[in-house]
């Protein structure tokens, strides 16, 4: 998916509601990536078990529709965005939704989402993103 000249970004975590499947999510993700590439949408979805992180890049009309329509979801609650901007360049081009299941980050997030927002939270974040091991390679549909 090409940079487009405003692209926007926006990192959440929320927390999962309770009894919701791997299953279930890995379904919403592959639903997610598809209708995201449509629209121009890319990122990185992680959920743990207990919480999700969520990293958006697009068009910012997008992004924010987006980001509202997901708010709404009773599939998770207490929705902490941590970060929304402009930013340079995507991250997770090649991916309409890249989803990440791991339930041995659910300790760190519980954390994380604890924490007060700020760059050091921001940049926890970022590294866990970038970092996270790859459950299933979903590239491009
Ligand atoms: C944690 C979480 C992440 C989601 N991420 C996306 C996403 O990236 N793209 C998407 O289209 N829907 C995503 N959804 C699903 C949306 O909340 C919503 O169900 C979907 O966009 C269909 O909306 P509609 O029924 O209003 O058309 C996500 C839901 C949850 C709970």
Known sequence: MPNTPSLYRAVYFSTAAPHLSPAEVHGLATNA?????????????????????????GAREQVQALLHRIDADPRHSAMKVVHDG?????????????????????????TAHRLENGP?????????????????????I
């Open 86 to 110: 402009l930013a340079e360049r995507r991250q997770f081009g090649q991916w309409g939704m890249r989803y990440v299941y791991n339930l041995d980050l659910d300790d760190l997030l519980d």
């Open 120 to 140: 050091a939270l921001q940049d926890a974040l970022r590294r866990i993103f970038l970092d996270t091991q790859l459950d299933d390679l979903n590239p491009s």
């Open 33 to 57: 990536s598809r209708a995201n590439w449509r629209e121009g949408v890319t990122g990185s979805l992680i959920f743990t078990g207990g919480h999700f992180a969520q990293w958006l890049e």
